[in-house]
C-alpha cells in the first residue's frame, strides 16, 4: 500500500473507530491496533506518519488500567494522546479534538499525504491482487449483497476470467435479486458465474419446519452443503475470496480490538480444501465499501441496497414457509421497494419489508366472504440495529401500497404497519 496511515492505538476509548473514520474522512488512511502493539509489529505496517494514543476517559481496559510499551514512545514518528489525566500528552481531551486539532497533527506534525480515496484503493488492490494470485484461480460466493458484489468486481477488474463466482438461490431471494445478480455480473461484467437454484431443494428441507431458530440452521447449513458440493467440482482452485470488511475486525473499545474474525472453517468448507484466503476488502468501513462499488461500476440499487438477512424471506414467512405465503412476501416486499423508490423512502429509510404471518382472517372479495392472510409493512430507521425506531410514513403513501398489495398479491385481504420500537420488537419477525 502506497497510501500514508496514522495508527490509532486502542488504550479504552469508545471513540476509536469514529477517529479512524474522521482521519480517513481528512483523506488520510488510518488503523486501529490495540495498546500493547510492539514496535515489530508497528515497524511492519507501511507508510505510518504517525500515532495517537486514544485512552478516552480512564485509559481503561477490561477494568484495568492501560498504557502502550515503553519502548512505543521511542519510535520516530510523531505520537500524540487523547485522554486525562495523563503524564506523557500533548493534548488533554474527554471527548475527540476539534477537526483543526486533528489536522494539524495529521497533516502538519506528521506531514501525511492526503491520498487516500478509492481510485487509488482499487489501483493498489488491483496489483496487489494481481501479484498474489498469478495464474491461479479464486473462488466466491457470491451472493448479490454489498460486500460480496464489490469483492468480485474488484476482483474481475484483477483477474477477469480466473475468478469463479458462484451464486446459490436458495429460492428465498427477494423479486428478481439472483436474475438482477446474472445480469449484472455475467452479462455486464463478463464474469465466470455459475448460478445455481437450488430452491426446491431448500424448500423441501425446511417443509414440516416452523421454529425461527431451525429455519435458520437449516437454510445456513444447506448453503454450506451446496456451495461445497459446487466447489468440489471445480478444479484448480487456490484462493477462496470473502467479503470480510474492517468492522468485522475491529471490535471497539476493548483489547479484544486484537480479535481478528477466526478465518477457520470459512463457511464451514471441508477441511480437505485447503484455499489460501483472499480478503480484499478488509480495510473499508461500509460506506468505503459502497464508494468502492460506484468507482467499479456497480449499480446504484446495489451498492446501495439494504441490509437483507441471511436467510433470506424464509425468517419473514412466519412459522413454516409455505408456498402461497412465501409468493406473498416476495411479491408484497417488491410493491413496497418500488412504491418507496418513487416517493424517494428507499434513501431515506434503513430497512422496510413485508411479513406474512400463519393465520388468515375474514375479508369481503368479489362480493363474497373470504379467508385470507395479512401482510405487515416494517419501516424502521437504526445506527446500529441494536436500537431501532419506526418511519412515520406518510397516510398517502400507506395508502397506496395497502391499495396495490390488496389488488396485486393473491390470498391478501389486509395490510398493517407496525408501530413496534425496538426494543422491545426486534426488526425482523423471526
Ligand atoms: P433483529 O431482528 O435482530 O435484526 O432486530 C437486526 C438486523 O439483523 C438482521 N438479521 C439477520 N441477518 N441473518 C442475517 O444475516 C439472520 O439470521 C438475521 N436475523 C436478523 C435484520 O434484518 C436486521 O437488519
Known sequence: MKQDMIVVLDLGSTENTTLA?????????????????????????????????????YRHVDDQDVDVLDELYHVECPIISIDYPTSKTDIQYDELPSDQILKAFVFDTCQAQANWNMQNFISDQVAHIQQEVGDKKVLLALSGGVDSSVVAALLIKAIGQQLVCVHVNHGLMRKNESEDVVKVFEEKLGANLIYIDATERFLGKLEGVSDPEEKRKIIGNEFVYVFDEEASKLEGIDYLAQGTIYPDIVESGTKTMKTVKSHHNVGGLPEDMTFKLIEPLYQLFKDEVRACGVELGLPYNMVYRQPFPGPGLGVRVLGEITRDRLEAVRESDAILREEFERVGLDKKVWQYFTVVPNFKSVGVRDHERSYEYPVIIRAVNTIDAMNASIERIDYGVLETITDRILHEVKGVNRVLYDLSPKPVATIEWE
Do not use: C
Open 21 to 57: 473514520r474522521k482521519i480517513r474522512e481528512f483523506g488520510v488512511y488510518s488503523e486501529i491496533y490495540p495498546h500493547d502493539i510492539t514496535i515489530e509489529e508497528l515497524n511492519k505496517l507501511p507508510n505510518v506518519k504517525g500515532i495517537i494514543l486514544n485512552g478516552g476517559e
